[in-house]
């Protein structure tokens, strides 16, 4: 079993198996090189990604799971 088999998106009650990467941080309380990523279904990586952009945090989306 691989790493992209049972990572599941980030978004509430979703159980889908994760295919993005959203890399965000939130600039009032972390460091620049600080980051914490969530992880998106292809359902959901817009919504997650815009949450986060809404209230203007830095976001990287990426496709593909972290190794």
């Known amino acids: 079993m691989t790493a992209s088999d049972t990572l599941e998106c980030s978004r509430a009650s979703c159980r889908a198996r994760a295919t993005y990467q959203v890399i965000w941080r939130n600039p009032r309380i972390h460091s620049a090189d600080r980051r ?19 209230r203007d945090f830095p976001v990287e989306v990426k496709a593909g799971l972290p190794e």
């Open 36 to 54: 914490k990523v969530w992880l998106a279904c292809d359902e959901h990586v817009e919504f997650l990604s815009e949450y986060l952009r809404a």
